[in-house]
């Protein structure tokens, strides 16, 4: 909201542009047509340069962006052979 706030007082300045100007979102409620296939997520990660083993557990875990980045070393836990991630929300 404070991002579209200060917006809304820069174009009634016109001091700024709309970024949003003809964007198309999707419906509230609207979900995705499709998961990717194993073999598209490999296609994927195997385009990746770098970060190629980040990528592949957020794409595998089905972590969104944010929840990668927060993602630390004490989130995983490797005990008796199975790993589990622990996602918590920021502070």
């Known amino acids: 909201m404070p991002l579209q706030a200060i917006y809304r007082y820069e174009l009634k300045r016109g001091l700024a542009v709309n970024p949003t100007t003809g964007l198309s ?4 409620g609207a979900e995705r047509e ?7 997520a490999e296609g994927l990660l195997a385009a990746l340069s770098e970060d190629r083993a980040l990528w592949a557990t ?10 990668i980045r927060a993602l630390r070393v004490s989130d ?14 920021a502070p």
């Open 76 to 89: 995983i836990n490797f005990a008796d052979g199975c790993t589990v991630i622990t996602v918590t929300a």
């Open 25 to 28: 979102l999707p419906p509230p």
């Open 34 to 40: 499709r998961a990717a296939t194993p073999a598209e």
């Open 58 to 67: 957020g794409f595998y875990a089905a972590l969104r962006r944010g929840e």
